[in-house]
């Protein structure tokens, strides 16, 4: 079944204890990205990468980290969560076409910093 | 700063009715515009994508239009059912993936 797939699927967290959520698609989409949601914000683009090696910042990409090195994965890093990154955390994927941009999202992953 | 604004209060409507959301946008120059539904606790799902010279986009009851003058979208759900009950979510897609979502509209439909 063609899907993305993330874990944990909840977390909760003290400040500052580094953590990593993992993100893959078995589609061998090119594109793949990370979204937090927020009540009333919506989606905000924290990181994307259009393929291996290849990452680019957000609108609100502080804090985060991100990396590249296979096609399927892509994991988000919280070097050192803080209480404002308590939020419900998406990734997609998208295959790199002229004719299909749709984004496929993951189930997401509920993050409370404590 | 790049803005989108979709109608924040819910919209109600009766079964059978046609729905119409709103997204609106500023300071922006999208290469295309999606639009999603999500469902409470879950991803969003893609619905429809329009193109920055494309007027109208149909699929079955959906029907989306983009007018690059108004800097609008209009989404419509005809012949509506309590089962198309969700949040609608627009997105603006520029040039690279670089993706901007309205909060989104919840819609309700009564039975």
């Known amino acids: 079944e063609a899907q993305v797939t993330q874990n944990p699927r909840y977390l909760i967290t003290v400040t500052g204890k580094k953590l990593t959520v993992t993100c893959s698609q078995n589609?061998?989409?090119?594109?793949m990205s990370w979204y937090r949601q927020d009540p009333g914000l919506g989606l905000r683009q924290i990181y994307y990468?259009?393929?291996?090696?290849?990452?680019d910042k957000g609108d609100v990409p502080e804090g985060y980290k991100v990396s590249r090195k296979e096609k399927r994965n892509f994991p988000l890093i919280l070097e050192s969560p803080s209480p404002n990154q308590t939020s419900l955390y998406f990734c997609?994927?998208?295959?790199?076409?002229?004719?299909?941009?749709?984004?496929?999202f993951g189930p997401g992953t509920r993050l409370t910093v404590t | 700063s790049q803005k989108i604004e979709q109608n924040s209060e819910a919209l109600n409507i009766q079964e059978g009715k046609t729905a119409t959301l709103t997204c609106n946008y500023t300071?922006?120059?999208?290469?295309?515009l999606q639009w999603y539904r999500q469902d409470p606790g879950r991803g969003p799902v893609f619905l429809l994508l329009?193109?920055?010279?494309?007027k109208e986009k149909r699929k079955e009851r959906l029907k989306v239009t983009f007018d690059t003058t108004l800097k609008q979208s209009l989404f419509h759900i005809t012949a509506s059912q309590p089962a198309d009950s969700a949040t609608y979510l627009c997105?603006?897609?520029?040039?690279?993936?670089?993706?901007?979502f309205g909060a989104g509209t919840r819609l309700f439909v009564k039975a």
């Open positions: 997609a994927s998208s295959p790199f076409s002229r004719s299909r941009y749709e984004q496929y």
């Open positions: 589609m061998n989409h090119e594109y």
């Open positions: 990468s259009m393929n291996v090696e290849v990452t």
């Open positions: 300071n922006y120059s999208p290469a295309y």
């Open positions: 329009i193109r920055e010279n494309e």
């Open positions: 997105a603006l897609v520029k040039g690279g993936f670089k993706t901007i």
